[in-house]
């Protein structure tokens, strides 16, 4: 008998049966809110095993901002930053990076990527009030409280913690008698909790209005501060008796009015 041989050559058709694959091969995280715009966060490369169309992924970034993906090369992509950050208004994203190949129907793949974003001293501390007013009876004690201050700084840790202090040269009052004295040496405010309080007793006889500003200062580098104008006005009490005044020339005597007595009897 006569073997004979035939050779056929085969060829498989690919079929789209392989989704494309995502890698994140590098990471920089967290992004600082001041970072520029073009600030690559990630590199990140796409594979699909098939071939010809089933085998051509095309990427997206889900949400489109801030983020957005430039192709490097062949199958790499780089993440990045399309639009400024506000770490106050949005802390941290959660970015989805979207894979599609070309088959008919596609399959897609997708890879989640947390980005947080850090703080930066962007933020000087903001009084409530710009201007507060505010009414002491005078002969108050040393150490009274007056009011509270309070200013706020969205920033994080130091660089929204604030501290609070009279100005220095910030105001005072012209008092009877004339003169001009500091605002330093009627009123102090705590550091921390922004409380008003009176060094000694105001006398409204001395002093009707005392202006000056308060300072709110926070601990970022550098620091950022805010200022606002305290108006302290000082009412009157019934702590002098009437005197009655003398004639030119002769020498003044002054008579306390009898409890009993009422004025004009």
């Known amino acids: 008998w006569r073997r004979t041989w035939a050779w056929r050559r085969l060829q498989v058709l690919d079929v789209n049966d392989n989704a494309p694959e995502v890698w994140v091969t590098s990471l920089s995280v967290p992004v600082p809110e001041d970072a520029a715009v073009g600030t690559v966060v990630a590199l990140l490369s796409v594979s699909d095993r098939d071939s010809g169309a089933n085998g051509r ?32 208004r949005v802390s941290e994203y959660e970015v989805e990076v979207r ?23 962007d933020n000087a501390p903001a009084f409530a009030q710009a201007v507060y007013t505010v009414l002491a009876r005078e002969n108050n004690a040393a150490g ?20 609070y202090s009279v100005s220095e040269g910030g105001g005072g009052a012209s008092v009877s008698g004339g003169g001009w004295h500091p605002a330093s040496s009627y009123v102090s405010v705590d550091a921390e909790s922004g409380r008003l309080w009176a060094l000694q007793p105001l006398d409204y006889e001395e002093l009707q209005v005392l202006q000056f500003e308060v300072r709110a200062v ?22 002098n008796a009437p005197a009655l005044l003398p004639p030119v020339g002769a020498k003044r005597k002054v008579w306390p009015c009898p409890a009993a007595i009422s004025i004009g009897s």
């Open 144 to 163: 009274a409280e007056l009011a509270r201050l309070w200013a706020r700084d969205p920033d994080e840790a130091g660089n929204g913690r604030v501290s």
């Open 218 to 239: 926070d601990a970022g580098e550098p620091a950022l501060c805010g200022n606002a104008t305290v108006q302290l006005f000082v009412l009157d009490e019934n702590d």
């Open 99 to 121: 894979a599609e190949d070309g088959g008919a129907p596609p399959l897609r793949a997708s890879r989640g990527l947390r980005v947080p974003v850090s703080d930066v001293n």
């Open 57 to 88: 992924v095309r990427c997206s970034v889900w949400p489109a901002a801030p983020f957005g993906l430039v192709s490097t090369f062949a199958e790499s992509y780089s993440l990045v930053l399309r639009e400024a950050l506000d770490r106050e």
